[in-house]
């Protein structure tokens, strides 16, 4: 029993890093959004409980084994669990990008989206680096016998092997976040444009008039619609949308409505899509003007991006 605890632990540590991840993405959304999210990068979650685990075997292991007699071992031993521990935090760290912005934090959260990537290799690396450092431990106070598995591992100078793992670590990590920094500087105007934007409903009530505009999915490359209702119990809303509508952006550019689709002019409740071509460039806010309705000069609904 005594020799399978390392084993036992480092199963249940495995195990327990895996919970860990599927409680932060299940709480931070839902237990299917953790699973989706699992679906699509199993083969780095893989590696970092895998990872975790051997570790986390190999600590329990030290502890074990190793002498109270060998001057240093201990603190060696507590480097290692200091590794161990920065790697779970690392394997999990980008998920608090699902968290942040209910907390304000929008800015850091989109930096831990954009570096998921490096910070899935900083947990795998760190792993790697926390595996070597307690090989040479068990290496160097000979905590092992020549008849099991380390006999083999140990054929190579592990303090050597450790050199090696944190050079390669610090290299391959830093390399992958200048790549992600360099590959979306250049994307973030793209990505930006593209980007729908789900912008409220508006209401204004004057004269006798309620007119509620809700813009449908605003992007920045594409056509942009407002669904248009507009109610009233007196007279007849007998205008023309088109030819009494602007729209205009913070760098005071005026467009033109290109198309209504709906109701025709006339009687008390009008429904339809406003329609505008799309922006010349990016801008802070958008505003619709609606001029001259039932002795309104201008009706303003404004939304700010």
């Not at 590794?83 to 699902?98: E, P, V």
């Not at 830093?174 to 360099?182: D, E, G, K, P």
Request: charged fraction near 15%; hydrophobic fraction near 45%.
């Amino acid at each position: 029993m005594r020799k399978n605890k390392p084993i036992i632990i480092g199963t249940i540590g495995a195990i327990g890093l895996l919970i860990i991840y599927f409680v932060i993405l299940t709480v931070a959304n839902s237990f299917s959004h953790a699973l989706e999210q699992l679906s699509e990068i199993w083969y780095w979650i893989s590696i970092l409980v895998i990872g975790f685990g051997v570790q986390l075997g190999l600590y329990s292991y030290i502890r074990f084994n190793i002498s109270r007699k060998v001057k240093g071992a201990t603190a060696e031993v507590a480097t290692a669990g200091g590794i161990s521990t920065g790697s779970m935090i690392a394997c999990c760290a980008h998920h608090i990008s699902d968290v942040l912005p209910i907390v304000g934090l929008s800015a850091a959260a989109i930096f831990l989206v954009k570096y998921q990537l490096p910070f899935i290799l900083l947990g795998i690396f760190s792993n790697l680096v926390g595996i070597t450092i307690m090989l040479n431990i068990i290496q160097k106070h000979k905590l092992y016998q020549n008849e099991n598995i380390f006999k083999t591992i140990f054929a190579y100078n592990m303090k050597t092997v450790r050199n090696i793992a944190v050079v390669f670590s610090v290299v391959i990590v830093s390399i992958s976040f200048f790549l992600v920094s360099f590959k979306t500087t250049g994307l973030t105007v793209v990505a930006d444009a593209v980007a729908e934007i789900d912008l409220p409903a508006k209401i204004n009530r004057e004269n006798l008039v309620s007119i509620t505009v809700k813009p449908i999915k605003f992007s920045y490359n594409k056509t942009i619609e407002f669904h248009i209702k507009i109610d009233t119990h007196q007279g007849s809303l007998d205008f023309d949308l088109t030819q009494i509508s602007l729209l205009e952006d913070d760098k005071g550019n005026i467009y033109k409505p290109s198309s209504w689709e709906g109701s025709p002019p006339g009687g008390h409740h009008r429904s339809g899509m406003l329609r505008f071509p799309k922006l010349s460039e990016k801008t802070k806010f958008i505003k619709l003007i609606i001029k001259d309705v039932y002795d309104v000069p201008e009706r303003l609904f404004k939304w700010d991006l």
